[in-house]
Nanobody, 116 residues
Framework: QVQFVETGGGLVQPGGSLRLSCVAS????????MAWYRQAPGKERESIAV???????NYANSVKGRFTISRDNGKNTVYLQMNSLKPEDTAVYYC??????????WGQGTQVTVSS
């Protein structure tokens, strides 16, 4: 199984930016599609961005135009650049394989809090 370590969260004011990183273990990282998820208090975890092995991307409507997912296969790392952050983006953010690709065990995630 692949393991994930997410970093880069923090407290940011509305309108601010953060860049999240996720390092994945395993030697076959480059062949996997990867996704970022988030879970807000009292809500279920949701997928917000996917990047395929080809580099193509998909986004949830709630983050489209504000968030950008990217990957560096040489570093086994996937990134999430988050701009124009809103209070409703407050959540714990996780990375993993997409929901349709049998996600592995979840990491601890990284907390993002958007508040003035």
């Amino acid at each position: 199984q692949v393991q994930f370590v997410e970093t880069g969260g923090g407290l940011v004011q509305p309108g601010g930016s953060l860049r999240l990183s996720c390092v994945a273990s395993g030697r076959r990282f480059s062949i996997y599609a990867m996704a970022w998820y988030r879970q807000a208090p009292g809500k279920e975890r949701e997928s917000i961005a996917v990047i395929y092995s080809t580099g193509n991307t998909n986004y949830a409507n709630s983050v489209k135009g504000r968030f950008t997912i990217s990957r560096d296969n040489g570093k086994n790392t996937v990134y999430l650049q988050m701009n124009s952050l809103k209070p409703e983006d407050t959540a714990v953010y996780y990375c993993n394989k997409p929901t349709w690709d049998s996600p592995d065990s979840w990491g601890q995630g990284t907390q993002v809090t958007v508040s003035s």
